[in-house]
């Protein structure tokens, strides 16, 4: 088991370039959270639990790892006479003892053909009294079975308002993980193990039959079940087309044959890694159980591994089966639950960048700039886009303060083992109270509310995992304006014509005062009319507006508005974003327009820039404006 790591917060660097008066932000440090051993009940993952008894109690090992039972069934069980089910008389208790009792999940099989089935009739003796050719098969038990042949148009007549009746009753339940697609060969699981080719041939079988077939059933699955997870026990590389069209319709994959050499098929290599970057989750099951594992000399151990080693979300738990849970031995125990904690996906918060004080200003808001890195400790991708939850906490554990994140990777490409970096901001209203808080953060499912867990410590109730406390820091208002320049004086920055143009103070034309800044040429193969640099900057973080007063009297070649903007560059005066304003109406030439934008400084600026904007880089455009009264204003800061 591995030891979680202790939480610990040191300082580093101030955040932002220099050229940006980063001295004057506050100092940051970084906080590590301890992680956590739990396994983590999360939707889209987990290991499962095969037929579990329904008389469970809450405190059973089990019940620690797995959050998931599982059942399977057959179709004559379930419909025994044409029009008759016994749908919640067979799922009811299962829903009600795992879903309601105990806030866990379910899933179904239902199948046609199964040979451990103590019925004759798998598939309903009335659907061959309808004329579904069947063959005989004997069972485990001895006795004989008869079985439909599944390529056969009489078979699909049958079974398809089956499966629409089956999706009408299951599909969208509350609890509801899963349903596996169970109407085609033995167990439902793409394989004809007990015909024979005489049985075969006198059925009219052909592969290509075969695959038309399970298309039909597929199709079925997908019209039935639009709002649950199907998964296709799928076949080898000679009946991949069938994955592939599964796949195509927003299937997903599920093979058993587990063992210390990997799943039947070794579909966990060839199959399993390229599909589960498009979507595809992966789920497996164990070949045999313990008892027979340890009779033929498979190491649990080593085939977990061999599971572990591929991007698998599910993993049916069926060493055991039913009581035979309670009987598990401790080693066994063990390695299930440091299993449980790798198959499908794991985030953890690794590290989080954050100011050492909040200041807070009774005269503009506060923005408490935050960095976090996430890493996904599990072997499988998350297969949903999740939204992050920031929270400072009062010292009452109330929210205070709170906004949503939707990260700019989205979860869906967390991919095993890669980090993630996300910037976060928080703002504080004008007058916020001082004190000391705690900040908090919560993965969840926007539309559904469901908090995802994270493999670190301290979650409360709420599904919010406490990080760092943050104490305020009282300080007078920085200053509203960053820059101004009404070109009365020529004291300011000098503004710089792009090639063909000339941008100087004239004393001819101004908004208010004696003066504006003319700019006057011809440009080509350039973004910009004129620029300037800001030798003072604007604070790294902080929310700004930048407004000024523009009034073209001509310009040629091109009906793109100008308008204004800053060029935002990192410490290395690499280039990393523009803020614009509204845009001149070309349409009132000669007149003051009086243009405003307003928007976020990143946090790594480094050096910013104001500019006139051509609008397009190509033409050849003469052009004869003035610009007058630039500002940019702070609204908020860090």
Known sequence: MRAPLAAISVLTAALGGAALSAADLPARAEFIPALSDEVLFNPGMGLYLQYPPLEVKADEWFMGICDIAYYRLDWSEVNPEPGVTRFEE????????????????????????????????????????????????????????TNPAFWDERYLEQHLPFIQALGQYLDGREGLEFVDIGSIGEWGEMHLMRWTAEQLEATGYTHARYVQAYRRVIDAFAAAFPRTRVFLNIGGRDNHTINDYAAQLG????????????????CEE?????????????????HSGYDEMVKK?????????????????????NLFGGAGYRQAPAEVRQLLTEAGRRFGYRFVLTRLEHPTVLRISDTRPTRILLQATWRNDGVAPCYASYALDWTLLDGAGNAVVSARLFPPTPTTQWQPGETQTTDVCLRLP?????????????????ETRRPVRLGIGDCDEAGRYRLCALRTDAVQGAPATAFQDGFEDESGPAWRGSPGVTASVAADVAHQGAKALRVAGTSKDTWNYATVRLPGGVPAG????????????????????????????????????????????????????????????????????????????????TVDLRLDDVQIEVLEAP
Request: include cysteine; charged fraction near 20%; aromatic fraction near 12%.
């Open 90 to 145: 067979v799922f009811g208790p299962r829903f009600d003892t795992w879903v309601k009792a105990h806030g866990k999940r379910v899933a179904f099989r239902v199948m046609c053909q199964n040979m451990h089935s103590a019925n004759a009739y798998v598939t309903p003796k009335w659907a061959f009294d309808r004329g579904v050719p069947g063959v005989p098969h004997r069972a485990i038990r001895g006795q004989m079975q």
């Open 430 to 446: 004008v007058g916020f109270a001082a004190g000391e808080y705690r900040l908090a953060v919560a993965m969840t499912d926007p």
């Open 542 to 621: 902080s929310r700004v507006r930048l407004s000024g007063w523009l009034r073209v009297d001509e310009l040629k070649g091109s009906r793109r508005e100008p308008y204004l903007k800053i060029g935002i560059n990192d410490a290395n005066n690499a280039w990393i974003t523009n803020l614009g304003t509204s845009a001149y109406d070309l349409g009132a030439l000669g007149t003051w327009q009086y243009l405003q934008g307003a928007g976020e400084i990143p946090a790594n600026a480094g050096s910013v820039d104001i500019a006139i904007e051509r609008g397009e880089p190509d033409p050849e455009i």
């Open 297 to 317: 000399g498979w190491d649990v151990a080593t085939t977990l591994d061999k599971a572990l080693a591929s991007p698998v979300s599910y993993l049916n738990t």
């Open 270 to 286: 060839w199959l399993f890694p390229p599909y589960a970057r498009r979507g595809v989750i992966c789920n497996l099951e164990f």
């Open 251 to 266: 299937f997903h994959f599920r093979q058993d044959g587990l063992n210390p050499k990997g799943a039947s098929y070794n």
